[in-house]
């Protein structure tokens, strides 16, 4: 963790660890950091340079004691030979203020190695040195053996440290005779006697790493060497004679020089020996006698330990040969091997020996490199059977598992089933072989039996269809605004997997549906012009989604790749409108002019993404199945997508025709008068504008009288009540004039000429009323 206070920057490194004059690292000093718990001062951070000229933190490391480490960070030439620049840390206060300088070896993927190879005391060099390590300098040869040299600053001091010639050494173990022989080997009688082994012979060859003068040649180099008789048993079969005693290792020193050095050793094993399968191990490990001392260094890099095994003698039943007769079989345990994240691939193999018992059997597998080797288990076997198995050294395409060892016995049948993870970064062919082959090492034995197979590969990819917000969903024309409006679909097709695939697409709609909707100048646009779309003629893929009367059309785009993590949107835009509704709108029927008319279509587009499926399975392929088959749009008015290569879109488009409204005024004005005249002559017809006068009820009583054959009695009571009503009705038609005449007559008495005519017509009355007495 990073500390408050620890100095981090106070000193900087860059690091070219390949000498190609790029710079790959960047070592950065915190001098000042501090651990109490393990009483540590002083850390170097490491950090890689990317090809985006970032920074990436590796690792960090620290000191083993105090003394400011990381006060000085240089980069040294190449001290071991490995072709990699080394680096230098100093801490000038470690050991008492004396100092102190790391050396770290380069490593090509993470800057310097975790653990310094090399730790230099000032103190070697002087006793009252102070500050030991506080410059660093190592690029440059100060000699003349051509090897880099490193300089030390100190307190009024500088030390020259000169590197040695670095070697590199290896073993190899072999022995005579090639097998060991059983015939001596006696358990019944129990000799305690020493029976010969073999002759063991350990060679080494020793080559410089680094490239210094001819002189270095001639240096030697002292190595200690043990060599081991069955390390791993308790009890060994085999063993040195050391002084007349028995041991099981024998460890020796000798001197090594350029090229080939060679030493041999007389093994021995008891005259008893119960397990004459498993060979018997030889382990030899050796390292630098006198590395302080000598002239040359041993790279630490060598690989210094060598293996062997020592087979036994075979006895066979028949002819003092066995024969085995190894068969394999391979099934695939899928019809594809799909390459997707943490995927596993299994196949059954099946081993069978009719022949004799076989010895060192082994089962291999040749598989691509996109297959690492997971795991193998015995699903079915006649009898117990062990097996182990191994990836060979920088083989990536091959495994080899141990049957049974070290006897496969005879008339053994078993199958296996084995996994491999699937890489889903390696390139995949179209298909893939894998071969299994059944091998032993019975002399004599049969041809080694071999199978193999092909299969296709598909990827499993992963693709989200969706429609984006900002897609018209609603429009409506009305007879005030019948102009073609924009539509405008958004779609956007995700790639949502691991793996780039091309696609072809494909936007289906109709130009053509009922109320006479048109779609005019449409065209699918393409972000950033990945593709290009164009209109094309053939509808026979699309016929169960689309009628022939709606006059559909299929934009199909070129193809294009789907990057992953990625994505790319496709805009469908157009105009549409109802094709004269103006026109619609005069001719629509008489009574729907007092109503008014409406209606709407679901206009819609289908986009449809296809994919190579020999090559690639989609992740959701399995809602595809479950789901129904796309309907026609047309029958369900709604596009319906579940299929998830297809994604659909609908457009509600609405037109609106407003009642007439003069037309709905006059007819209410027409009809209002039709009625007033008819209610005008009815109370016309009913009398209702005729006034009965005192002539009109005179008349009828004369009418009367004079059927009933009496002569006209004018009763007193009769005339004046008749005279009433008359002067009532007289008033009632009087305008308001004489009305108020009528008033000032009450009030001041009749006028002259009224009580003349009043005198006139009592006398009249009285003439005509006295000849009537007379006759009776």
Known sequence: EDQIGSYFGAELCSLDINSDGDTDFVLVGAPLFYQPRENKEGR?????????????????????????????????????????????????????????????????????????????????????????????????????????????????????????????????????????????????????????????????????????????????????????????????????????????????????????????????????????????????????????????????????????????????????????????????LSKTILVTEDNYFNVSVTLANHGDDSYNTTLTMHYPPGLSFSKLEVTKSSRPTLHACYDLEEVLDKTVCGISLPVYRSKSSTTFQSSFRVAKDFEWNDKISLTVTGKSDNSNSSETDLMTKSIPVQYQIRMALTVNEDTVTYLNFTTDDPAPQNMHVKYKIDNTGFKDFPVNVSILLPTKLEHSFEVIRYEVIVQEDKTQCSIQPDLKKHEQSCSPENSCVVIRCDSLILERFSGVELSLVGKVHFKDLKQHAANIAFLKQYTGENGEVKFWSLLKVDYDPKRFVLASHKQEKSSPKNENPQKTGMCKDNDPTIKCTNVRVEFIIPPNKLLIILTGAGLGLLLLIILTVIMWKLGCFKRKTMEYYQEQEDKVSWENGSPVNLNPDFSSRMMSISETDKKSDQLPEENQLLEAEKTNGPLESDIKDSSENVNGFTAVSEPQEEEK
Not at 133 to 147: K, M, R, T, W
Not at 235 to 240: E, G, L, Q, S, V
Not at 288 to 295: E, K, M, R, V
């Open 44 to 332: 170097i951070y490491i950090y890689s340079l990317s090809a985006k000229i970032e920074l990436e933190r590796e690792f960090s490391v620290m000191a083993p004691s105090m003394g400011r480490f990381g006060s000085t960070i240089s980069s040294l030439s190449d001290l071991n030979g490995d072709g990699l620049r080394d680096v230098a840390v100093g801490a000038p206060l470690e050991d008492e203020n004396r100092g102190a300088v790391y050396i770290f070896l380069g490593d090509k993927r993470r800057g310097i190695r975790g653990t310094f190879s090399q730790r230099i005391n000032g103190k070697n060099f002087q006793p009252e040195i102070r500050f030991f390590g506080q410059a660093i300098d190592g690029v440059i040869d100060l000699g003349d053996d051509e090897l880099p040299d490193i300089v030390v600053g100190s307190q009024g001091a500088a030390v020259v440290l000169r590197s040695k010639p670095v070697f590199n050494a290896t073993a190899q173990l072999s022995f005579h005779p090639g097998v060991i022989s059983t015939e001596k080997i006696d358990c019944v009688n129990k000799k305690d006697e020493n029976l010969p082994m073999v002759n063991l012979t350990a060679c080494f060859e020793m080559v410089e790493a680094t490239k210094s003068k001819q002189e270095a040649m001639r240096l030697g180099l002292n190595i200690s060497f043990t060599l081991s008789l069955d390390p791993s048993r308790p009890k060994t079969r085999a063993f040195f004679l050391q002084n007349e005693k028995k041991v099981q290792s024998l460890t020796t020193t000798h001197e090594l020089h350029v090229g080939n050095t060679c030493f041999e050793y007389p093994t021995y094993m008891q005259y008893c020996v119960v397990d004459t399968l498993s060979p018997i191990n030889i382990k030899l490990n050796f390292s630098q006698a006198d590395a302080g001392s000598s002239g040359a260094m041993l790279n630490i890099d060598s690989k210094n330990q060598a293996l062997m095994k020592i087979p036994f003698e075979r006895q066979c039943s028949k002819n003092d040969t066995c024969i085995a007769q190894l068969t394999v079989d391979l099934d695939f």
